[in-house]
C-alpha cells in the first residue's frame, strides 16, 4: 500500500498486520503511539495528561508491566501478538475516543489497581492523597472506624480506604445496581469482603440507623454547561455519575441535608464538587466550607465536620 510522505497523515490507514511489520521493540511501539496521539488530538484527563504518558499507558498496560518497570525493557523485541494487542489499542483509542482504563479494563488509584468499565466511572479523584495519608488531618490519633463511600461507583475510595486503615470497616453506597457489580468485584479483587459491603441506596435511603466516623463522597457534580460541552471521551462514562443539574449541586445539596444523621458527633463529611464549587459558595456564601488543597493537584473537594453541620443545619434544609 502506498504510504504518504505528509506527516500530519496517520499510519493508521495501514492494515493492524502491515503495522505490525514495522515495528521490533517496544520502544518502536511507545514512539509511534505517542505519534499517532498527538495527531488524532485526543483528550487526555483519565489518568494520563499528554500523548506521551498516554503512549506509556497504553504500551505497559498491554504488556502488563508495571509504571515503573526497568527503562531497559524498552529495547526488548515483542512476540507478534504483543504488537498485535499494542495496535489494536491504539486504533481503538484513536477511533472511539474510549478512555484508556475502559480498554485496558484497569486504572490505578491509591496506588491500588481496580477494574473498571462504562458501568462506572474511570477513577480520578485527589481524594486518593487523603487516602494515602489515612485522613490524618481529622483523624491524627485513632483512623476512623467506619467509613462510608457515597456514590461509590467503582468501590475505589472506599476499598482503598479499607487497604490504608486495615481496622476500619467501609459501606459502599450506589443508587445503580451495575455499578455495585464492578464494586464488588473491586472487593473481591482485593479480598476486603470481611470489612467492606456494597449497599444499594439512593444516598443515605437505604442507610437508615448507620452512623460513620466518616463520610465521603465522590456524587455527581457536573452542571449543564459543562455537561454539554465534554470532550468525546467523557460520554462513554455514564451520565447518571456525571450530571447533577442546572448547577450541578443536585445531589450535593441533597448530600448536605441528610448528611448529619449519619454522622457519629465527631464525624466529617469530605465531598468532591470539582468545577461546581464556585456554584456551592454562590449557593451557601454562609457556609465555611474548608477547601483542601493537594500536593498532585486537583481542586473543588471540600469538609465539614458534624459540628459545623450543626450550625449551618437550617441552610441545608
Do not use: K
Not at 481529622?138 to 487497604?163: K, N, Q
Not at 464492578?182 to 448507620?210: M, P, Q
Not at 471540600?302 to 443545619?313: I, R
Amino acid at each position: 500500500m502506498a504510504v504518504s510522505n505528509d506527516v500530519s497523515t496517520s499510519t493508521l490507514q495501514l492494515s493492524d498486520s502491515e503495522l505490525c511489520d514495522g515495528f521490533v521493540t517496544l520502544r518502536d511501539c511507545l514512539r509511534w503511539a505517542a505519534s499517532e496521539f498527538h495527531l488524532a488530538g485526543l483528550f487526555y484527563g483519565h489518568g494520563t495528561d499528554s500523548a506521551w504518558d498516554e503512549a506509556v499507558a497504553l504500551t505497559l498496560g498491554a504488556l502488563h508491566l508495571p509504571w515503573n518497570v526497568d527503562p531497559a525493557v524498552l529495547d526488548a523485541r515483542l512476540l507478534p501478538m504483543e504488537r498485535s494487542r499494542i495496535v489494536s489499542l491504539v486504533r481503538a483509542r484513536v477511533e472511539t475516543r474510549r478512555p484508556l482504563p475502559y480498554l485496558l479494563g484497569e486504572a490505578f488509584f491509591a496506588g491500588f489497581p481496580f477494574c473498571v468499565d462504562e458501568r462506572v466511572l474511570i477513577p480520578r479523584s485527589p481524594i486518593a492523597e487523603l487516602i494515602e495519608h489515612g485522613f490524618a488531618a481529622w483523624f491524627p490519633g485513632e483512623p476512623p472506624a467506619r467509613v462510608l463511600d457515597l456514590c461509590t461507583g467503582s468501590g475505589c475510595i472506599g476499598v482503598a480506604t479499607a487497604l490504608h486503615l486495615p481496622g476500619c470497616e467501609v459501606d459502599l453506597a450506589d443508587i445503580s445496581a451495575e455499578a455495585l457489580e464492578v464494586a464488588r468485584i473491586n472487593i473481591t479483587r482485593h479480598d476486603v469482603g470481611d470489612r467492606v459491603r456494597a449497599v444499594e441506596s439512593d444516598l443515605f435511603d437505604g442507610l437508615a440507623g448507620r452512623r460513620y466516623d466518616l463520610i465521603v463522597s465522590n456524587p455527581p457534580y457536573v452542571d449543564a454547561r459543562d455537561l454539554a460541552t465534554m470532550p468525546t471521551e467523557f460520554r462513554h462514562e455514564p451520565a447518571l455519575a456525571l450530571g447533577a443539574g442546572r448547577d450541578g449541586l443536585d445531589i450535593v445539596r441533597r448530600i448536605l441535608c441528610q448528611a448529619r444523621e449519619h454522622l457519629t458527633d465527631d464525624g466529617v463529611l469530605i465531598v468532591e464538587v470539582g468545577n461546581s464549587d464556585r456554584h456551592l459558595e454562590a449557593a451557601f456564601p454562609e457556609v465555611p466550607f474548608l477547601w483542601l488543597e493537594f500536593e498532585r493537584g486537583g481542586q473543588g473537594v471540600f469538609a465539614l465536620t458534624a459540628a459545623e453541620l450543626d450550625a449551618h443545619a437550617a441552610s441545608f434544609v
